[in-house]
């Protein structure tokens, strides 16, 4: 399930297993797993893993695979070699 932080603007994705299940009396339920964990559904008060914050919103199932611009290079781009010029002239004195 895809992130985005609304502090930072970290865009993350997140796997989870669902197990659908009845008891009993015949009532479905579902079991959220993470990494062989259970834990609880995603929701939109996910913690960043970049800036700590609680102030995640969610996106569709398959959004980020729609746009992958969305989604952070690993390494930031290498500088641009290219001098800077000023367009102000130098005073002549």
């Known amino acids: 399930m895809p992130f985005e932080c609304r502090s930072c603007w970290h865009v993350w994705e997140e796997g ?3 197990r659908h299940a009845d008891d009993e ?19 939109p008060g996910a913690i960043c893993p970049r800036c700590g914050r609680q102030d995640a919103t969610t996106f569709p199932e398959g959004y980020l695979s729609r746009h992958p611009e969305l989604i952070p290079p690993e390494k930031p781009p290498a500088p641009d070699p ?12």
Request: hydrophobic fraction near 40%; charged fraction near 10%; proline fraction near 21%.
């Open 16 to 18: 989870y297993l669902v």
């Open 25 to 43: 009396h015949g009532n479905a339920g579902e079991v959220w797993l993470r990494n062989g964990l259970v834990v609880p559904p995603p929701s």
């Open 82 to 93: 290219t001098p800077l010029l000023s367009p102000v002239p130098r005073p002549l004195y």
